[in-house]
Every structure is written in C-alpha cells, then in structure tokens.
C-alpha cells in the first residue's frame, strides 16, 4: 500500500482525512497524492434570449472560479501535510519515509476521480456528513464502485493510528472477501485481527471461522467473534464493537445488497457510511 490517493474536499475534515493518509504512508514508506475533483460545466446550460431558447455556457466562463477553487483546496491540503508531516517529493520506490503530492491532471466529474483510483493500492476520503457540501458521500461512491480498489474512509476527528487492532466486519459475501483480501498488508501487520459476526448479518458464504483458518495460514493471528441476542442492527453492532474494544480500523464490504435497497430499507453499509467513528476500510 505504497500508492495512496487521497481525494480532497473543502471541509473541516480535510486535516483528519489528510493526517490519516499520512499514518498509512508512515506504515510503509508510501506517497500520499493529493487531488480535487474538478467541476464538469460542459453540461451546463441556461436560458439565453427568452422562452424556449437555451444556449450553453462556454466552458471557460467557468474556469477563472474553478482554478481559484481549485488552489483553495490546494493550499489547505498542502497545510494540512505540513502538520501531517509529510514532505512535497516525487514518488520513488527507494523512499524511506512517507512523501506527498499534487496531481493537476484531473478530468473534470467524480466519474474521473474513481478511473484514476485504478492506478492507486488505495484511496482515502472522509466520511461523508449529510446535509453537507462536502465531504459527499456521491464523490466516495464514485471512488467506491469505479476504481476496483479499497477504498480508506476517515472519521471526522483526529486518530493517533492505523491498524493496531482490527476488526472484521464479516458476512460471507464477495464483497467482504475482497476487502479482507485487499486488507492483508495492514492485516499482516497488526497486533489484534477479530473477525466480527453477528446475528442477522450474514449472507451464504464462509463463517468468521474458516476465514480465521485462511488469515492464519497467511501469518495472521486472527480470532473469531460473534455478537447473538440482541435486537440492534448489524451496522450498528459492528460499530459499538469497535468502540467497546478500541479498535481503530474496521473492514468491511460495501453494499452486499444495493445502494437503492439500502438508501430506502438501511443497511450495514448505509449506517456504517453515515456514523463510523474509526477508518473503514471499504471494498466492493
């Protein structure tokens, strides 16, 4: 997890997310690069000489606000490294320390920030807060879904680390393998792995112990537990675990059952995207 992009918002959780970034470089010796999601204007269109006639706004009409919004966001991510302690460098594989970056080669949309997470080991982004400009929960998702890559969502609050203890948010799904197999660096590296399950939160699939059997094989000293009897909902109880236990990385898939489904009926993924108090680390 050497490649770190880090998807930067005007919020006041743009120093946690960044510092978070930071912790995951330290881990090892990675690149933190640093990039805005640029406007799409090329769509825009308005109402020009009356009833019925539209014409669209020329891009550059836009471009003066965009690039001083852009430089914004520039500058309070660049602050928020220098208090993270990361160094402005070019990414090298011979770096002995964590390094940091500016990327201006964005295409314009989210759609284009989740194609450019292709290229990176992972993505970090801030939890999304409703009713908020930003950070958005759209921008995540788009990263989410559109890169095929894990994806690091941080609380809005300053953490001291990454990964010590972890917990395995498991529920037999694809989507929960996937973030367990993505997750192995920090897995590997920590010093408590529990594997989560809870009544009312599995699909068909593997149970918390054989997946405690795999991550051994692979040098991890997992431990499975289950949480029965008790009315609260997964989400809910994977939460309250990690703050019972002060845990401070979650993994977990995202979106066993649809967003719609979720957005209308809640789901794990649902409350976990709108309250989680520790990282999570999503995959899809």
């Not at 825009?44 to 550059?60: F, M, N, Q, S, W």
């Not at 982004?125 to 690091?152: I, K, M, N, W, Y």
Request: charged share 20%; net charge negative.
């Amino acid at each position: 997890m050497r490649s770190i992009l880090a998807v930067a918002e005007l919020s006041p959780s743009l120093p946690f997310q960044i510092a978070a970034a930071g912790l995951l470089a330290r881990l090892f010796n990675g690149h933190v690069s640093v990039v805005a999601p640029r406007a799409d204007f090329r769509s825009v269109l308005v109402g020009a000489g009356g009833i019925g006639a539209v014409a669209p706004i020329p891009y550059e009409d836009f471009e003066g606000s965009e690039e001083a919004r852009l430089e914004e966001i520039r500058l309070a991510a660049e602050q928020a490294m220098n208090a993270a302690g990361i160094p402005r460098r070019e990414a090298s594989a011979l770096s002995a320390a964590p390094t940091g970056g500016w990327i201006t080669t964005a295409e314009p949309g989210d759609a284009a920030i989740g194609r450019l997470a292709r290229a990176f080991d992972i993505s970090v982004l801030p939890r999304p807060e409703a009713g908020a400009s930003a950070p958005r929960r759209e921008l995540l998702e788009a990263v989410l879904f559109d890169s095929g890559r894990p994806l690091l969502m941080t609380p809005p609050r300053e953490i001291a680390s990454i990964g010590a203890s972890i917990v395995v948010a498991w529920n037999g799904s694809t989507e929960s393998a996937r973030s367990v197999s993505f997750a192995m660096p920090l897995l590997q590296r920590a010093q408590r792995v529990v594997v989560l399950t809870v009544d009312g939160g599995m699909v068909d699939g593997p149970s918390g112990q054989d997946i405690c059997r795999s991550l051994r094989l692979n040098g991890v000293a997992a431990e499975a537990v289950h949480i029965s009897g008790t009315s609260r909902s997964p989400g809910a109880m994977y939460n309250d675990y990690c703050a019972e236990t002060g845990c401070d990385l979650m993994i977990k898939g995202a979106y066993t059952h649809s967003r719609l489904r979720q957005l209308i009926f809640g789901g794990a993924t649902d409350l976990i995207l709108t309250s989680a108090d520790v990282p999570v680390l999503f995959a899809h």
